[in-house]
């Protein structure tokens, strides 16, 4: 703890609310994209391994992003004094680049770690959106969601967050569809295209049709292991935690760099949505999802889609490095 830094002081409606954070009742949706190793590589040194000093190397080894979308049934606090206030009922989305951490840090001191680092994250609920901010790092947006509740007739996901089609002193921010995913018509042959009950099994399962396209040089053995006995267990969420400076807007007063673990509590099942799906996603200078990424618009139109249903906890974040 920083000299001169007490305990937080705590109020009646807290919006960042105290973790560990309970995730049950929850159902998350999996859209892997083709996308671009290269430009992946400068959004994440940018804002993970640049602002580290060094400590981290974080490096992309798939050609795919990964459009997710959740519904949490419940997300309650485990700490005092949140834990005996409530719970609230969110609805997610993002774009998720995985990356492997090659140095000994974090919350699993190995390297070559699988990690996730969720670029684009949008929430329906204020609590969700500044706890995610302010405790982890998520850098999350408040955003209209439509998330199917049952995975069986999961068809169209919508994310809508405050949008600027171009930037200019004259243009207005709107709530706008950003983008959506729908079931391609005639592509449904039965209720799921496949489902695992085992955890081991899913992870597998999930793990090739997420990153079963082209690899970069990692050995492809190697990854596939790592991100299968990863998955079985959670995910590890590679953040950029910061705050503007109050007087020096181009600064930082505080920033850090945060690996977050969501480990499963209790898995239902996972399996491989019913059909195709298609994705259409809006061009923003706001949010230029397929600039960054480099996107393979070509392959918009056939998409798989997965899914897991499961009860899930995000743990205690670890702190990489701390600027001065």
């Known amino acids: 703890m920083s000299a001169g830094v007490g ?22 949706y999996l859209f892997p994209v083709e996308a671009d190793v290269r430009r992946l ?6 804002f993970l391994n640049r602002p580290s000093f060094g400590v981290c190397d974080y490096r992309v080894y798939s050609s795919r992003v990964v459009f997710t979308l959740a519904r949490f049934g419940v997300m309650r606090p485990e700490s005092a004094p949140d834990a005996q206030r409530g719970f609230f009922s969110v609805a997610a989305g993002g774009v998720w680049i995985p990356a492997l ?55 169209v996901f919508r994310v809508s967050p ?4 171009r ?82 807007p181009e600064r930082a007063c505080y920033q850090s760099g945060v690996e977050a673990r969501a480990t499963i509590q209790r898995f239902r099942r996972a399996g491989v949505l019913d059909g195709r799906f298609a994705l259409n996603l809006k061009v923003a200078d706001s949010h230029p999802i397929i600039e960054e990424m480099g996107l393979a618009t070509g392959s918009f139109g056939d998409l798989v889609g997965l899914f897991v249903d499961m009860d899930a906890v995000v743990e205690n974040g670890v702190e990489l490095w701390r600027a001065p």
């Open 7 to 28: 305990k937080y002081v705590e109020r009646p409606d807290n919006q960042a609310l105290a973790q560990p954070l309970a995730l049950s009742s929850a159902t998350l």
């Open 41 to 46: 590589q400068v959004v994440c040194d940018r």
């Open 101 to 155: 951490s090659t140095r000994p840090t974090g919350p699993s001191p190995l390297a070559n770690r699988p990690v996730v680092f969720p670029y684009y994250s949008f929430f329906d609920e204020g609590h969700a959106v500044v706890t995610g901010r302010e405790v982890w790092g998520f850098p999350g947006e408040l955003a209209h969601l439509e998330v199917p509740y049952d995975a069986a007739s999961a068809s």
């Open 162 to 165: 405050v949008v600027i089609d």
């Open 167 to 248: 930037f200019g002193p004259r243009t207005l921010g709107r709530t706008e569809q950003l983008f959506q995913i729908t079931k391609v018509p005639g592509t449904s042959r039965a209720l799921f295209d496949e489902v695992w009950d085992d955890p081991q099994a899913a992870a597998a399962g999930l793990s090739d049709r997420l990153f079963g396209g082209r690899e970069s040089a990692e050995p492809e053995s190697a990854v596939r292991l790592d991100l299968s006995r990863s998955m079985s267990s959670g995910l590890t969420f590679a953040l950029l935690k910061q705050f503007r400076d109050a007087e020096r």
